[in-house]
DNA sequence: ATCGTTGCAAACTCTTTGCAGGATT
DNA sequence: AATCCTGCAAAGAGTTTGCAACGAT
């Protein structure tokens, strides 16, 4: 994939923008087609990826690998955190900080990279519903 | 999806157990495919998709979700842990206990459900060969 | 002999890419 | 005007399913 960052301004390059910086949360990619339908008419998926592909590539997006979801990405450049997914309506949500403080034990020979810490559960919307 | 469990006994499904027990590490379909491979040749990656399916709903595995990489299956049963993923081959091992004690700080109105922890870096295999 | 299980191929879902027309600089 | 960007449709990758033949009971 050889695609250079895109650098035109288009009502719909600003739509997915708007929608990721609106949103409180990270975003997967048809969660940013509904956002950004709804300010510019005919947005197509192909160009939400394609737009997702070039906001990653600027650093402007980073990605948020879900474990058993497709990714979310969310506006870059925060400390670092973990993530939040609510079981019932499958939304993705920021948690605050990071309470891991020592690395964890692994088998003999094999290094550390770094850690995902993930929590599940019931977000406030959908836990007031029932 | 209304499969109901398989229940009768075939080398294909034999190899398939015997590919989970033996490898000391969660699966994925594509690597189960191959070490099912070894002992019965023809196995269809469609038997490895059923038979998987099957094993899920008689809780004789289990589903491994890992960020970014398609689902692993490790044979039920085994103690709260976590994992740990190779970020050069690939390959998922697992980690003894768990040392998230504390319950995270949660927003306002959610409720927690469980969390997942992951580790990345290099196994040991890997980490020679360099 | 029955009917569960398999392999193959087609269907599906999610994501990526080629192309021609349209938009931005 | 040049060429970047978009929408559409086709192409890929991973997973699921229909079907006829095979094989376990």
């Given at each position: 994939m050889a695609m250079t960052a895109q650098r035109r301004n288009t009502k719909q390059k600003e739509a997915i923008r708007a929608a990721f910086q609106e949103a409180d949360r990270p975003l997967s990619p048809e969660e940013a087609l509904l956002l950004a339908q709804k300010q510019v008419?005919?947005?197509?998926i192909a160009t939400i990826y394609r737009n997702i592909a070039a906001l990653l590539e600027t650093k402007w997006l980073t990605a948020v690998q879900i474990p058993g979801a497709s990714t979310r990405y969310e506006v870059a450049g925060k400390a670092h955190h973990h993530h939040f997914q609510c079981v019932t309506c499958g939304a993705t949500h920021e948690l605050e900080g990071?309470?891991?403080k020592e690395r964890p034990k692994l088998p003999r020979g094999f290094k550390y990279g770094g850690h995902e810490f993930f929590v599940y559960g019931t977000c406030a919307s959908c836990a007031k519903k029932r």
């Open positions: 008419d005919g947005v197509s990071c309470e891991i």
